[in-house]
């Protein structure tokens, strides 16, 4: 039997506790799975993304009601019941952080202690077809990414958090095909499966007290990869009205989706120097042999309301209410072989994210630019705030132009400001105390083919 313990710099220099190595990779693999949940990403509150379409995030994501374009997919699949003819849009968003960074509070880190995240900047893509089947059916076909999130920090192996977190990522892809059906010139309705692929990846260094120095060391370095891409299957539905000529609304819908995840935790000794503690370590981890580890991620239901009036003929404003259903992600029941069943509490609350948008559209090419603003509310309470998941208040504000270069293309810009309300944090539960910064810029471009 070993003489030392496994636990944090706390137990000696007041860092986060975790009393034997049991609890402790327990804990960690268990807040990573869940905690990873893409999203890099981070640019709707919790893990969720809206930026699914460049017309669409240039008027700051008020789009339920406009939905004049392929990516209604997302927006609200009622808008493509008036598309009169065969659609292809595809594009992708870069995601940048110039600010991304934690300021240490007493008493861990402590005051004078800072930290960034990695400017390496993420990608997400979208892709969508309108295919009409009549006057008044339309079939849609697409992929977006509902869900991601990307905190990788920088200097990895010196970051005061690497024994709670070094780096999490986790994306989902909604695969879907809709039907989209005028029922009148007024009204359309739009439904179809959506397919969700997800997967996540982390990492971070296990710590022990050194029996011989009294000293918290790194002793090893765990990963975490979600094996296979397991596919749930959900649903989106939407409705559109257009009671007159210059009013529209409309309501859309994406179900809620639990999501069963597995993977190994690959271990990797890190030499202390010492001959007969690096051997009491190699006796109480698993290295070369890894542990399986079973979890299920609740991914929450998103309702987004619109409302858009044309001013002119060619100005048209809508304001949008987005309602996530957060608190599904209430808690986590992990299973490890070998380990009892663990249990990470998350209490996060339902939110409300607030989108509105002016868009100016040249009546003889089609031509448009637009700008939007959003507030969107975290769903995080304090005490689950730490450096696997950052979240706060965001404010926004968006700018984009659509150019026509044919009648038959159209090329997209947009990009979103991003804001997140600083953060001070004393009451995390993995007694990390921080004040959060972030500041993230989400340009985009699509190409928009129409035959």
């Known amino acids: 039997m070993s003489t030392f313990s496994f636990a944090s710099q706390c137990d000696v220099k007041e860092e986060p506790v975790f009393k034997s190595i049991r609890n402790r990779l327990t804990a960690f693999v268990l ?58 849009e595809a594009g992708g ?21 800072s930290a960034s995240m990695s400017k390496s900047p993420y990608g997400i893509g979208h892709l969508y077809a309108v295919l009409p089947l009549s006057d008044s059916v339309k079939l849609s076909a697409g992929f977006w990414t509902p869900f991601g999130l990307g905190v990788p920090w920088e200097n990895p192996n010196t970051f005061a958090g690497r024994f709670i977190n070094q780096r999490d990522d986790i994306r989902q892809i909604a695969v879907s095909g809709q039907l989209a059906v005028k029922l009148s010139d007024a009204v359309a309705i739009g439904a179809g499966p959506e397919f969700r692929i997800t997967d996540v990846r982390l990492s971070e260094n296990i710590s022990a007290v050194n029996p011989f120095t009294q000293r918290v060391v790194d002793v090893a370095h765990v990963s975490v990869v979600s094996s296979g891409e397991p596919v749930k299957v959900g649903f989106s539905a939407g409705l559109l009205i257009k009671p007159c000529d210059r009013l529209r609304f409309g309501i859309s819908y994406h179900s809620h989706v639990d999501v069963d995840l597995h993977g190994p935790a690959a271990f990797g000794q890190i030499p202390t120097g010492n001959a007969q503690f690096d051997g009491a370590v190699a006796q109480e981890l698993p290295f070369g042999k890894g542990a399986q580890a079973r979890t299920t991620l609740q991914f929450p239901s998103v309702t987004m309301f619109g409302i858009a009036y044309e001013v002119t003929p060619n100005l048209t404003l809508e304001a949008d209410g987005n309602y996530t259903t957060w608190s599904v992600f209430d808690q986590t029941v992990l299973q490890i072989d070998g380990l009892p069943n663990q249990t990470l509490v998350h209490n996060w609350v339902n939110t409300w994210a607030f989108r509105a948008g002016l868009t100016y559209r ?86 928009k083919l129409t035959f």
């Not at 919790?46 to 997919?73: H, I, Y």
């Not at 038959?408 to 997140?420: A, R």
């Open 31 to 88: 807040v990573g799975l869940v905690a990873a949940g893409s999203a890099g990403r981070l640019e709707a509150a919790g893990f969720a993304l809206f930026e699914e379409g460049s017309k669409g995030n240039a008027a700051g994501g008020a789009f339920a009601a406009t939905a004049d374009d392929p990516s209604a997919m997302f927006y609200n699949p009622a808008g493509n019941a008036f598309i009169d003819r065969f659609t292809l």
């Open 93 to 113: 968003f870069a995601i940048l952080r110039p600010t991304a960074r934690l300021d240490g509070q007493s008493p861990y880190p402590g005051d004078g202690y």
């Open 362 to 447: 040249c009546s003889t090419t089609g031509s448009w630019i637009a700008g939007g603003f959003v507030y969107d509310q975290t769903p995080q309470p304090n005490a689950d705030v730490g450096v696997f998941l950052p979240d706060a208040n965001r404010t926004g504000g968006t700018m984009g132009a659509g150019i026509a270069l044919s009648k038959h293309f159209q090329f997209q810009v947009s990009s979103l400001f991003l804001w997140f309300h600083e953060r001070t944090i004393t009451t995390s539960k993995d007694n990390f105390s921080a004040t959060y910064q972030t500041f993230a810029i989400l340009p985009s471009a699509t190409l």
